[in-house]
T-cell receptor
Framework: EADIYQTPRYLVIGTGKKITLECSQT?????MYWYQQDPGMELHLIHY???????EKGDLSSESTVSRIRTEHFPLTLESARPSHTSQYLC????????????FGQGTRLTVV | SQELEQSPQSLIVQEGKNLTINCTSS?????LYWYKQKYGEGLIFLMM?????EEKSHEKITAKLDEKKQQSSLHITASQPSHAGIYLC????????????FGTGTRLQVTL
């Protein structure tokens, strides 16, 4: 059972609003990731972090920003939401050593109207 | 991602039938991860295959990695309704077991 949590699960918000998607993990993982999932199922990496105060942009350009002030917490922020930001956002974390697989949260389905 | 192609895109099988999903990479794989996703939820890890070619089984699911072809297959024996969902393969192209590149996904339906 993965100990990684995302809130909210669903969010409907108006254009221009600022939003923060929360992601927390209790596994002590150094690596954390944000993926954006299209309706067609494909996942695209938009942000990743290898540890506290380390953040990098992923392969898919995104207007969102992230921060990593604590190991367990990796929030994603959109300063001004637009309808094009409507998507499913998935947070994941992975450790080092024997088990390398990423554990995923339940996701946040964001709808911008 | 065009680097990683999954086939078929969708699959409908009758309960009890066997099925295979393929994942083909255009680049060298350091590792290949299989995940399952229920609609609208997160991904559940199934199996990880190492570079060099490997085969793993868990319950009725077997996954293989063919290093020569840079291709992985996921085989389900005697499918059940609980197998329904979206299957995604994720490629490790960096050797760091992080920043996976995901395939396009295969949607599996199992009919009674």
């Amino acid at each position: 059972e993965a100990d990684i949590y995302q809130t909210p699960r669903y969010l409907v918000i108006g254009t221009g609003k600022k939003i923060t998607l929360e992601c927390s993990q209790t596994m002590g993982h150094d690596k954390m990731y944000w993926y954006q999932q299209d309706p067609g199922m494909e996942l695209h990496l938009i942000h990743y972090s290898y540890g506290v105060n380390s953040t990098e942009k992923g392969d898919l350009s995104s207007e969102s920003t992230v921060s990593r002030i604590r190991t367990e917490h990796f929030p994603l922020t959109l300063e001004s939401a637009r309808p094009s930001h409507t998507s499913q956002y998935l947070c994941a974390s992975s450790g080092t050593g024997g088990r390398t697989e990423a554990f995923f949260g339940q996701g946040t389905r964001l709808t911008v109207v | 991602s065009q680097e990683l192609e999954q086939s078929p895109q969708s699959l409908i099988v009758q309960e009890g039938k066997n099925l295979t999903i393929n994942c083909t990479s255009s680049k060298t794989l350091y590792g290949l991860y299989w995940y399952k996703q229920k609609y609208g939820e997160g991904l559940i890890f199934l199996m990880m295959l190492q570079k060099g070619g490997e085969e793993k089984s868990h319950e009725k699911i077997t996954a293989k990695l063919d290093e020569k072809k840079q291709q992985s297959s996921l085989h389900i024996t005697a499918s059940q309704p609980s197998h329904a969902g979206i299957y995604l393969c994720g490629a490790d192209y960096t050797g760091t077991a992080s920043k996976l590149t995901f395939g396009t996904g295969t949607r599996l339906q199992v009919t009674l």
